[in-house]
Antibody
Framework: QLQLQESGPGLVKPSETLSLTCTVSGGSISSSSYYWGWIRQPPGKGLEWIGSIYYSGSTYYNPSLKSRVTISVDTSKNQFSLKLSSVTAADTAVYYC??????WGQGTLVTVSS | NFMLTQPHSVSESPGKTVTISCTGSSGSIASNYVQWYQQRPGSAPTTVIY?????PSGVPDRFSGSIDSSSNSASLTISGLKTEDEADYYC??????????FGGGTKLTVL
């Protein structure tokens, strides 16, 4: 059973870049899933897809965030990462990583505030 | 833009059966897989149904998923309701550009 764990700063200043990492254990990131994704949930609201990276290297991003998002994979560390630039208070949310829509991380709260 | 619409809330008594719908705004919902996620208060989502009707290991067979092409909708059915099933449920599918789309979520109350 794959396990996913998000990590990164819990507080980011406005206009800066939010950077999170998802560490995969219990299997190789190169072969355990067809795709890896990032999802977020603002306080009291529903789930919002941020983007996904497929085993082929192809990436797909939410059009509303596309200009600010980069998702990448580091196979040597069995990790994949999220970068979201030029953040504002509207980016405050719990950020989740997942694999193949079946395995989820526990989530990490990121607050955007000065 | 492709959207998935869910009822805001549903309620049912323990032991009964409840069905949560998820309706696609355009195209054919049967063209792409639908997933269902359960989110208990204060917890991360977990997958209860993937690829329309498949259950991950550990999910009881009280949970089932189906597709109805005539109404362009997917459904999650939970039978033999337990108080522990009380949670928010989200459906998710894909649009024509392979982008994931989530429904707005349904709050299930078991009373």
């Amino acid at each position: 059973q794959l396990q996913l764990q998000e990590s990164g700063p819990g507080l980011v200043k406005p206009s800066e870049t939010l950077s999170l990492t998802c560490t995969v254990s219990g299997g190789s990131i190169s072969s355990s899933s067809y795709y890896w994704g990032w999802i977020r949930q603002p306080p009291g609201k529903g789930l919002e897809w941020i983007g996904s990276i497929y085993y082929s290297g192809s990436t797909y991003y939410n059009p509303s965030l596309k200009s600010r998002v980069t998702i990448s994979v580091d196979t040597s560390k069995n990790q994949f990462s999220l970068k979201l630039s030029s953040v504002t208070a509207a980016d405050t949310a719990v950020y989740y990583c997942d694999g193949d829509s079946r395995n989820w991380g526990q989530g990490t709260l990121v607050t955007v505030s000065s | 833009n492709f959207m998935l619409t869910q009822p805001h809330s549903v309620s049912e008594s323990p032991g009964k059966t409840v069905t949560i719908s998820c309706t696609g705004s355009s195209g054919s919902i049967a063209s792409n897989y639908v997933q269902w996620y359960q989110q208990r208060p204060g917890s991360a989502p977990t997958t209860v149904i993937y690829e329309d009707n498949q259950r991950p290991s550990g999910v009881p067979d009280r949970f089932s998923g189906s597709i109805d092409s005539s109404s362009n909708s997917a459904s999650l059915t939970i039978s033999g309701l337990k108080t522990e099933d009380e949670a928010d449920y989200y459906c998710q599918s894909y649009d024509s550009s392979n982008q994931r789309v989530f429904g707005g979520g349904t709050k299930l109350t078991v009373l």
